[in-house]
């Protein structure tokens, strides 16, 4: 009993450690107020991803959901919001649903890899400031730099697309669904913001790193990425996806500057590691191995 409640309490202590870092915008402010260089180049980043992702969001929302609605004869809002994708659309057998839902998730990971771009660049460039060692990434011509980022994206979103089928499953669970789908989607989103950090280090260019954190740090975790997840939730789909899209680079910084050791928490968590990714590795293991061989070359360091 007694080692139970001191892992509730040490858990809760890492989830709300969690959510205090998710919210520590102060320490990304100060060091671009001390910096106006780092301040400048964060700026541009910003402007950046702002202008690139707006268009991106704009041409989706406005014009291929539309004419996927039309296509389909379904309302725009049950195509492009997986939280109205019931388990009645299932047992009905409404296979151009499932087809839409897949479709536009797709769309949206795609739309997303520029944002995952700036966010990487303005992780280094924080990373570099607070003089934190940096992996750096091997030289590459600009054809394999483009294969290494969309195979490695589209393995990624393979891993972590299955978190996000099962939140879809777990939101129809009667009176705990909404919870269940939040707290998935926060672990989703905690990988995407802690990612950008992660590849910038030699242990955690692997995808298998990046996986193993959440499921034995998932409290910390849950905890950094619940606020963002609610409010992507709470908000209307359009709004919440464009808020996510603007601000995922400032959730980056928040990730380099909450780099933590968790030993200090007293307590590892190997024996209650959450497996919530084991589909999607072996989903993405398997892709990964029947991807063009070049391309297998190149993402074979990073997905092990």
Same mark, same amino acid.
């Given at each position: 009993?007694?080692?139970? !409640?001191?892992?509730?309490? %040490?858990?809760?202590?890492?989830?709300?450690? @969690?959510? !205090? =870092?998710?919210? &520590?915008?102060?320490?990304?402010?100060?060091?671009?107020?001390?910096?106006?260089?780092?301040?400048?180049?964060?700026?541009?980043?910003?402007?950046?991803?702002?202008?690139?992702?707006?268009?991106?969001? #704009? #041409?989706?929302?406005?014009?291929?959901?539309?004419?996927?609605?039309?296509?389909?004869?379904?309302?725009?809002?049950?195509?492009?919001?997986?939280?109205?994708?019931?388990?009645?659309?299932?047992?009905?057998? !409404?296979?151009?649903?499932?087809?839409?839902?897949?479709?536009?998730?797709?769309?949206? &990971?795609?739309?997303?890899?520029?944002?995952?771009?700036?966010?990487?660049?303005?992780?280094?460039?924080?990373?570099?400031?607070?003089?934190?060692? /940096?992996? %750096?990434?091997?030289?590459?011509?600009?054809?394999?730099?483009?294969?290494?980022?969309?195979? *490695?994206?589209? +393995? *990624?979103?393979?891993?972590?697309?299955?978190?996000?089928?099962?939140? +879809?499953? &777990?939101?129809?669970?009667?009176?705990?669904?909404?919870?269940?789908?939040?707290?998935?989607?926060?672990?989703?989103?905690?990988?995407?913001?802690?990612? /950008?950090?992660?590849?910038?280090? %030699?242990?955690? +260019?692997?995808?298998?790193?990046? /996986?193993?954190?959440?499921?034995? *740090?998932?409290?910390?975790?849950?905890?950094?990425?619940?606020?963002?997840?609610?409010?992507?939730?709470?908000?209307?789909?359009?709004?919440? =996806?464009?808020?996510?899209?603007?601000?995922?680079?400032?959730?980056?910084?928040?990730?380099?500057?909450? &780099?933590?050791?968790?030993?200090?928490?007293?307590?590892?968590?190997?024996?209650?590691?959450?497996?919530?990714?084991?589909?999607? !590795?072996?989903?993405? %293991?398997?892709?990964?191995?029947?991807?063009?061989?070049?391309?297998? *070359?190149?993402?074979?360091?990073?997905? @092990?």
């Amino acid at each position: 009993m007694n080692h139970l !409640k001191q892992a509730v309490h %040490e858990n809760a202590l890492r989830f709300f450690t @969690g959510m !205090k =870092d998710c919210l &520590a915008v102060q320490h990304v402010i100060a060091p671009l107020g001390d910096n106006y260089r780092l301040s400048a180049r964060i700026s541009a980043l910003m402007a950046l991803n702002a202008a690139v992702y707006t268009s991106c969001f #704009i #041409i989706l929302h406005w014009l291929i959901v539309p004419i996927l609605s039309s296509f389909l004869a379904m309302p725009e809002t049950i195509i492009e919001d997986e939280r109205r994708f019931t388990l009645h659309i299932v047992t009905g057998h !409404k296979l151009l649903r499932i087809t839409a839902l897949i479709v536009i998730a797709n769309l949206k &990971a795609l739309i997303l890899i520029p944002v995952y771009q700036v966010s990487s660049a303005a992780s280094l460039a924080f990373r570099t400031e607070l003089q934190l060692d /940096t992996n %750096e990434q091997p030289p590459r011509s600009w054809t394999d730099r483009i294969i290494y980022t969309v195979s *490695q994206s589209m +393995v *990624q979103f393979i891993v972590t697309f299955s978190l996000f089928l099962i939140a +879809v499953v &777990a939101s129809w669970v009667p009176v705990l669904g909404h919870l269940f789908f939040c707290c998935l989607i926060a672990w989703r989103m905690s990988f995407f913001f802690h990612s /950008t950090n992660w590849d910038l280090t %030699e242990a955690g +260019v692997k995808l298998a790193f990046k /996986t193993r954190q959440i499921e034995t *740090q998932w409290a910390y975790y849950l905890g950094f990425g619940i606020i963002p997840s609610l409010l992507v939730y709470i908000l209307p789909t359009e709004i919440g =996806d464009l808020m996510f899209g603007l601000l995922h680079p400032l959730f980056c910084l928040l990730a380099v500057t909450a &780099a933590r050791d968790f030993s200090a928490f007293g307590v590892t968590c190997s024996d209650t590691a959450l497996p919530v990714f084991a589909p999607g !590795k072996a989903a993405g %293991e398997l892709v990964a191995a029947h991807l063009p061989r070049r391309a297998r *070359q190149l993402v074979s360091a990073a997905v @092990g």
